[in-house]
């Protein structure tokens, strides 16, 4: 057992508010609730439960300033703890040779105890024969898989999940979302005696007949007709929240993008994607009426000059 005034990270002259935060913080860091695959923060958590032990312990604490007992507590020569008339055979306070750990101890109550109720609900985990107290186990966790539709992944809709119990809740789509995204539902698995295990949802935002996602975008090829296109004309289109009108200049060619903004998916900061619209010109495969009129007029540009051919 090393020095206690080093194992807690304080000088000898220490007040006991600095002693018992040191612990704290040592005992938060290296519990083993948090670190049960852990073996080095667990020696370095039973190292501080030591420690404390004997600091926070008025009396113990100036035996071990004098040198009269050790950092376990047990007395450093035959006489250095003798003190007439304390009782029990006269060694070491007339208590029994401590264990650092506290098992075994019935006055450690006093102490670390009550800094485990404090800072973690409930005793230390040191204690009985075994060193460690096992927990109660909880219950296990459920996967379920849940398909979000398109536009209801976009708007942030809350979905309704059924467990497997039969009972149905409600789910808050996290802005951003994601397919493979998954969200954890405390409480919501099978129970166990130390309470029932989460409910683990992996989302899948579904396909869309129309829309395709592009990033934090929505993309729709939107067909027109000839007419619309060269004399410009308002056309309605869908959205994730509802049809809209869109407004086509005369002349507008096919391929053409028109950018709704704030209308894509929610990203993680709270704003929105756009909806980007691209015009595709729908040409009747035989209508005679186009065809005499094509043939009746010339288009002279070179259209494609850029192409190189």
């Known amino acids: 057992m090393r020095d206690p005034y080093v194992v807690l990270g304080v000088g000898k002259q220490a007040s006991e508010t600095e002693i018992k935060k040191a612990y704290r913080r040592l005992a938060k860091a290296n519990h083993p609730d948090a670190n049960a695959d852990n073996p080095k923060k667990l020696e370095a958590f039973k190292e501080a439960n030591a420690a404390y032990e004997l600091l926070s312990d008025a009396d113990k604490r100036a035996r071990f300033d004098r040198g009269e007992i050790d950092a376990e507590g047990n007395p450093t020569s035959p006489f250095g703890g003798f003190r007439p008339g304390a009782g029990g055979g006269g060694f070491g306070g007339g208590r029994a040779g ?31 024969s075994s060193g460690f107290r096992t927990p109660p186990q909880k219950g296990a966790d459920v996967a379920y898989r849940l398909v979000v539709p398109f536009e209801e992944a976009a708007t942030l809709k809350p979905q309704r999940v059924t467990l497997r119990s039969g009972k149905t809740v409600e789910l808050k789509l996290p802005a951003g979302v994601e397919s493979g995204r998954q969200m954890r539902m405390a409480g919501q ?16 935002i579904g396909r869309h007949r ?34 809209v009108t869109l407004t086509l200049p005369p002349g507008t060619t096919s391929g053409r993008v028109f950018r709704l903004k704030g209308r894509g998916f929610s990203r993680a900061d709270g704003s929105r994607g ?21 043939a009746g007029w010339t288009d002279a540009r070179d259209v494609r000059r850029d192409l190189g051919v």
């Open 98 to 128: 401590p264990d650092p750990f506290g098992r075994g101890r019935p006055d450690m109550a006093a102490g670390a105890d009550d800094l485990f109720a404090e800072l973690f609900g409930g005793r230390s985990p040191f204690g009985g």
């Open 189 to 204: 698995g099978e129970p166990g005696p130390g309470g029932a295990g989460d409910a683990l949802v992996t989302l899948e």
């Open 274 to 294: 756009d909806h980007l619209v691209t015009v595709m010109i729908d040409v009747p495969a035989d209508d005679a009426g186009l065809r005499d009129f094509v």
């Open 210 to 243: 129309h829309f395709v996602r592009d990033g934090d975008d929505i993309r729709l090829d939107l067909p027109v007709t000839l007419g619309e296109a060269v004399a410009g004309a308002k056309v309605r289109m869908p959205t994730v929240e509802g049809a």
